[in-house]
């Protein structure tokens, strides 16, 4: 029984072998940094009263740091950059595809909130818009094949 947990829990932490893996794998890092995004959100807004745009701010930022490191570590394990070069490369593409996915989030956020929308649900839209988009983003110029890294 331990031994085929232990399989188990190997092969889950195993790079990906094929594409619905990756997307599973995507979905999963998103949930997780969803959630802790949206009790950071909570936490800031609700318990330390920090301005629900600001605090929209410092979780999206928390959230594109937890997605880069999840998403490298896991998600794209078998397409990892070896190297400070390449990892710094990684991250700079990485960042580079959020300066658009982050201004265009912070304005659909505002402007669901300016006309009634919880500031919860905005953020929950703002990340469901942007995941198709990050995901073949990260797919394709992110996170490269060996054979195109080359």
Do not use: C
Not at 39 to 50: D, G, T
Not at 70 to 81: F, N
């Amino acid at each position: 029984m331990a031994e085929s947990a232990a399989t188990t829990l190997a092969a889950a932490l195993s790079p990906p072998r094929s594409g619905r893996l990756r997307v599973g794998r995507f979905a999963v890092v998103g949930g997780v940094v969803m959630v802790a995004g949206a009790a950071l959100l909570v936490a800031l807004v609700e318990l330390l009263h920090v301005n629900p745009h600001l605090a929209y701010f410092i979780q999206a930022i928390f959230s594109i740091e937890a997605s880069f490191v999840l998403s490298r570590w896991w998600t794209w394990a078998d397409r990892r950059a070896v190297g400070r070069r390449r990892v710094a490369g990684e991250w700079l593409r990485f960042h580079s595809s959020r300066l658009l996915t982050v201004p265009a989030n912070q304005a659909l956020f505002s402007l669901l909130v300016s006309v009634g929308v919880g500031y919860f649900a905005a953020n929950a839209i703002g990340i469901f818009v942007s995941s198709v988009v990050n995901f073949v983003v990260s797919h394709h110029w992110v996170f490269l094949s060996k054979e195109d890294a080359s």
